[in-house]
C-alpha cells in the first residue's frame, strides 16, 4: 500500500472513531494497529522508543504544573490574587469583568493550564458578576475564554510540548506567546467594557448620592486597601518565584514546576488556611486523575507522530503543499485552517504532538523560524478549548457557571471574533508580536 493512500486510511479511521465517540487515546489506537499491519514500520521498536520518550525529565513538568494549578484552587491562593487584581483596577464600571481576565493570565502564569484559570477563578467571580447585573451567560462566557490565556502566559505546558517534541528552545517558546496572551488580555478587557456600558442591570461602578445613615460606620477605603495587599503578598510571591527562577537561569521549566507545587502547600496551609488535610488528597486525586488520562493520550499520540514521521509524511506534507502554491500568505492560511479544524476535534497538546513535526519541515521551507510557528500553533490550539465539539474548557465553564449552551454562546462568540481571531491573525502574519521578546532577551538570533 503506498504511502498516500495509507495516510488517507489513518485520517478516516481517526474520524471515524471519533465520530463514534471513541475515547481519544484509543482513536489514535486504533489507527496504530492500523499501520502495525499495512506501514513497514517495527511496532515493537516503537514502543521502546515512546517508554524512552514518556520517562524524560522534561515531560514531568507537565504533571507538576497541573498539580501546582489544582493546589491553587483549592489552597486559597486564587482568591488572594483576585483580590489584589481587584485593588489595582479599582472599582471602574465593568470592573469585576477585567479582574477576572487579568486574573486569569496571572493564574496562567502559575499552573500553565486552561482549566486551572476557570475552575480557580469561576466559582468567585461568576456570582458576584451576576450580584452586580451581569447576564450570568456573559459572566460565565468572560471567565471561560479569559481561562486560555493559562495555555499563553508563560509557563506554559503546550509550549513545554512544543519545545520538547520539536528541540527548540522551550524557554523562546514561552516567550513567544507573551506578546499574543498580553495583546489578548487588552482586547478582552475593551470589549467587556464596551459590553458593559450597554448593560443597565449592571450596578457595578455606578456612583450614587444617597446619605448614609448617621449610625453606619465605613472603614476607610485606603486603610483597606492596604490591608487586602498585605495579604495577598503571599500569592503574589508564587508568580515572581517561579518566572523569576525560570527566567534568572535559577530553575529549568521542570524544576520551577516543582518549585510552584512545593511553594503553593505551605502557603495555602499558613497564610490562607485554605488547604487542609481533606482539601490536599483531593487535590492530589484530582491531578492523579488528569495526568493518567493526559499521559495515556501523549503515549499514543507520540507512537503515531512518531511513526508518520518515520513514513516521511512531512516531506511527502511539504513536496504536496508546494505543489499547490508557493505563495507564502496563502500557504499561512492554510496553516491556520488546519490548527483550528484540529483544535476543534482533540485537545491543545494532542495537536501540538501531532500536527508539530508535520508543519515544522513545511515553516522551515518557507524561511520561518520555528518559534513564530510555536506562537502561531498556541493561539490556534488554545482557542480549540472554547470551540465545540471538542471545547472542553467551554464545558467545564458552563458546569462552574450553571449556565445553559444557548447562554453562554453569542458572548463566547464575541469575544472570540473580536478578541481573539484578530490576535491569531496577527501572531501569524506580524511576526515582531511573537519573537520581539524572544530576540530582546537573547534566546533567538
Excluded: H
Excluded at 525560570?246 to 520551577?256: D, W
Excluded at 499558613?270 to 492530589?284: A, C, D, E, Q
Aim: proline share 6%; charged share 10%; with cysteine.
Amino acid at each position: 500500500m503506498s504511502l498516500s493512500i495509507t495516510l488517507l486510511m489513518v485520517i478516516l479511521i481517526l474520524v471515524a472513531l471519533l465520530l463514534l465517540g471513541v475515547p481519544l487515546p484509543f482513536c489514535f489506537g486504533g489507527a496504530i494497529m492500523f499501520m502495525n499491519v499495512f506501514a513497514d514500520v517495527s511496532m515493537a521498536g516503537m514502543m521502546m522508543w515512546d517508554f524512552n520518550q514518556m520517562i524524560n525529565l522534561t515531560l514531568l513538568s507537565c504533571p507538576l504544573f497541573i498539580y501546582a494549578g489544582t493546589l491553587l484552587s483549592y489552597s486559597g491562593v486564587a482568591n488572594a490574587l483576585l483580590d489584589f487584581v481587584d485593588i489595582l483596577i479599582g472599582k471602574i464600571r465593568g470592573g469585576l469583568g477585567v479582574v477576572s481576565i487579568v486574573a486569569c493570565a496571572i493564574i496562567g502564569a502559575i499552573s500553565g493550564s486552561g482549566f486551572t484559570g476557570i475552575a480557580a477563578t469561576g466559582p468567585i467571580m461568576i456570582p458576584r458578576m451576576v450580584e452586580k447585573g451581569y447576564p450570568r451567560g456573559y459572566a460565565t462566557a468572560l471567565v471561560t475564554v479569559s481561562s486560555i490565556l493559562g495555555l499563553l502566559i508563560p509557563p506554559s505546558v503546550i509550549m513545554i510540548m512544543f519545545g520538547w517534541i520539536t528541540q527548540t528552545s522551550i524557554l523562546a517558546c514561552f516567550l513567544s506567546t507573551v506578546g499574543p496572551g498580553i495583546l489578548i488580555t487588552i482586547l478582552f478587557s475593551i470589549i467587556n467594557v464596551i459590553s458593559v456600558r450597554r448593560m443597565p442591570s449592571v450596578t457595578e461602578g455606578k456612583v450614587t448620592f444617597e446619605k448614609m445613615p448617621s449610625n453606619i460606620t465605613i472603614d476607610d477605603p485606603e486603610q483597606n486597601k492596604i490591608k487586602r495587599f498585605i495579604k495577598a503578598i503571599p500569592a503574589l510571591t508564587v508568580p515572581f518565584i517561579i518566572l523569576g527562577g525560570i527566567y534568572g537561569g535559577i530553575f529549568t521549566p521542570t524544576e520551577a514546576a516543582a518549585v510552584a507545587a512545593a511553594v503553593t502547600i505551605p502557603i495555602g496551609v499558613w497564610f490562607y488556611k485554605g488547604l487542609t488535610i481533606r482539601s490536599f488528597l483531593k487535590s492530589t486525586r484530582d491531578t492523579a486523575i488528569s495526568v493518567g488520562a493526559i499521559m495515556t493520550m501523549m503515549a499514543f499520540t507520540l507512537i503515531l507522530s512518531q511513526t508518520l514521521v518515520m513514513l516521511r509524511a512531512p516531506q511527502l506534507f511539504v513536496d504536496l503543499v508546494f505543489k499547490v502554491t508557493d505563495n507564502y500568505f496563502l500557504i499561512l492560511i492554510f496553516i491556520n485552517i488546519i490548527l483550528f479544524i484540529t483544535g476543534m476535534i482533540v485537545n491543545d497538546i494532542t495537536g501540538i504532538l501531532l500536527l508539530a513535526p508535520l508543519l515544522l519541515p513545511l515553516v522551515q521551507a518557507m524561511g520561518m523560524n520555528p518559534i513564530q510557528l510555536a506562537a502561531i500553533m498556541g493561539t490556534n490550539l488554545a482557542m480549540g478549548g472554547v470551540t465545540p465539539p471538542y471545547a472542553s474548557i467551554l464545558y467545564l465553564g458552563m458546569r462552574v457557571g450553571n449556565c445553559e449552551f444557548a447562554d453562554i454562546l453569542k458572548p463566547t462568540m464575541i469575544f472570540l471574533l473580536l478578541g481573539y481571531v484578530p490576535a491569531v491573525f496577527l501572531t501569524t502574519y506580524w511576526a515582531p508580536l511573537s519573537m520581539w521578546l524572544p530576540t530582546v532577551l537573547g534566546y533567538v538570533k
